[in-house]
């Protein structure tokens, strides 16, 4: 078709009536199922980047016996509180895929709870680029949401992000 012929333009609905039989006219549209991929590399890994406060992990997840390496150190040693390796173990548990994967981690920047919150998301990720079926189980679980709360910062004329230096009347 060339550049400067006109096309032919669909009729604009006239009226709330109109537009709501619109609507309805194609369900078999609104029902199209995203369908996704793995996204492995050649080594049969899947890789992802999970982020936290100032923390960023980067992870990659293969088959294995589930052992976790955060930083070349075992989990257990990098994250010493049980509430921690709670946290980073929570994919696992909701998709009941504990002891199949090995993780290995780098993490960077942040606290030890923002680190381990980046390290959760990061899996999370992962494993949904290894197996795309599990996304609506962790979806549903909260664990690809990034958490965006951060430390608010200082602000000019002030003692903290909202502390006012003490007033005094003389």
């Known amino acids: 078709m060339a550049a400067n012929e006109p096309t032919q333009a669909q009729p604009q609905p006239q009226g709330l009536e109109a537009l709501k039989a619109l609507g309805t006219a194609t369900p078999a549209a609104q029902l199209v199922a995203v369908i996704r991929e793995r996204k492995v590399d050649k080594f049969n890994r899947a890789y992802a980047t999970?982020?936290?406060?100032?923390?960023?992990?980067?992870?990659?997840?293969?088959?294995?016996?589930?052992?976790?390496?955060v930083n070349g150190r075992d989990w257990n040693v990098y994250f010493a509180r049980p509430v921690l390796r709670m946290l980073i173990s929570q994919p696992f548990l909701a998709t009941?895929?504990?002891?199949?994967?090995?993780?290995?981690?780098?993490?960077?920047?942040?606290?030890?709870?923002?680190?381990?919150?980046?390290?959760?998301?990061?899996?999370s990720k992962a494993l949904t680029y290894f197996e795309p079926e599990l996304r609506p189980v962790l979806k549903q679980g909260g664990f690809l949401t990034r958490d965006a709360r951060v430390v608010e910062r200082k602000k000019y004329g002030r003692m903290k992000a909202r502390r006012s230096f003490q007033f005094s009347k003389r």
């Open 50 to 69: 999970g982020k936290r406060k100032n923390a960023v992990a980067r992870v990659w997840i293969k088959p294995g016996k589930g052992k976790i390496t």
């Open 96 to 123: 009941q895929r504990e002891q199949l994967f090995d993780v290995v981690v780098n993490v960077n920047g942040g606290g030890l709870s923002g680190q381990a919150g980046a390290v959760r998301h990061g899996i």
